[in-house]
């Protein structure tokens, strides 16, 4: 019997990503965000998670992919970090997924820029690729210019 990794998946423009699902707090609809001045690109700002103030941050922005189309809202997956929680905008939530560990493949040596240093592999999955992030990396505020 073969080992499974658990994931909570999500879509960024057609691509089909997913967290540990130990490091995911919950997935939330969309939220409001308070805008943070000089804040880097990639910070979308600040939102309410009732009471708690949690940083937003856009996965989009964060992997050089283009904005999001306006009439589109994000939906929030909440992970946990050192420093607290931090919202991950996506634009679309999966399933959880249930992944074996024998079709994880490590990224390429030959893939270059943000991808390489934010995306830790990939499980072949019967019609699509999951592409697996390390969400250490993407909170690190080098990550977040």
Known sequence: MSEESQFCTFYLAGLFFGVQVTKVQEVIRYQETTPIPLAPATVSGLINLRGQIVTAIDLRRVLGLEDRPGDMRPMNVVIHTDEGAVSLLVDKIGDVLHADVDSFERIPDTVRGVARDLIL????????????????????PESAM
């Open 121 to 140: 592999g990939a499980y072949k999955l019967t019609d699509k690729l999951l592409l697996v992030l390390d969400t250490d990396r993407i909170v690190e």
